[in-house]
């Protein structure tokens, strides 16, 4: 991968970012990337500047990281109740990742964009396939490192996970690195500001 810092390309398969001056409410958004590329990171960044934005809360079968509050950074559950939750179709896309299963609650995203609120989802891939599906019109941008090193480095820097989780995660990010074209948009987190104002500008915030 070419070490380009902050390039931002948008694909040709879909739609032009908002315009700046138009209304981003009610419309669907979703960002994705290979673990540890600052997802997280930027999300954060960006709903404290425009806390109008709605973030689904992913739920996960994960164990919590130190720090991680139950409601607040996802819904942590055991994996009989995540089945469950399946099953009830109380799921609007699912996936599993590096071991465990992660899912966006259906209900609160339908009721959020009733609303007319700008909904984000920070999911990872097979997800994005499957909102993809069911939110044609939703605008997916894809988060990618300047190189496979840096990610690695941010995945080790982070501190969060076990010598197992990092492995996984990075023979999952070779994989992942693979789909950027299938993506409305692409976004190098090279420089952590600069990667924000581009993501702005692709939501029409800027
Ligand atoms: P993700 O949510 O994609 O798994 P995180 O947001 O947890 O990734 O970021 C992983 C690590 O990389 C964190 O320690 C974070 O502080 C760091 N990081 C994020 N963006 C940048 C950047 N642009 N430059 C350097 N480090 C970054
Ligand atoms: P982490 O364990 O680092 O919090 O998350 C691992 C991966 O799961 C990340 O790529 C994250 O974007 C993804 N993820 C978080 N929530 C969901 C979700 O609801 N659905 C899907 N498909 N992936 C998710």
């Known amino acids: ?40 990171t930027l999300v954060a960044a960006l709903l404290q500047r425009h806390p109008e934005i709605w973030l689904s809360i992913s739920t996960t079968t994960r164990a919590p990281r130190s720090g991680e509050v139950d409601g607040q950074h996802y819904f942590f559950l055991e994996r009989a109740a ?13 996936a599993e990742f590096a071991g465990n299963c992660y899912g966006t609650p259906r209900d609160p995203v339908e009721e959020q964009l009733k609303a007319g609120r700008p909904v984000l989802l920070e999911i990872e891939l097979e997800g994005a396939r499957q909102v993809r599906r069911s939110f044609p019109s939703g605008f997916q941008i894809f988060i ?16 969060t996970d076990s010598e197992e989780a990092i492995t996984r995660r990075l023979e999952r990010a070779r994989v992942e690195l693979q789909a950027e074209s299938e993506f409305d948009a692409v976004l190098v987190n090279a420089d952590l500001e600069k990667a924000l104002s581009e993501l702005e500008q692709l939501m029409g915030l800027a």
């Open 144 to 159: 990618k490192p300047p190189s496979f090193e840096e990610l690695e480095r941010r995945i080790r820097g982070r501190g």
């Open 82 to 94: 995540f089945e469950a939750k399946v099953a009830q179709g109380g799921l609007l896309e699912w």
């Open 1 to 40: 991968m070419e070490g380009v810092s902050g390039t931002l390309t948008l694909q040709g398969r879909v739609r032009a970012p908002m315009a700046a001056e138009a209304s981003p409410s009610g419309r669907l958004f979703l960002i994705t990337g290979p673990s540890g590329v600052g997802k997280g």
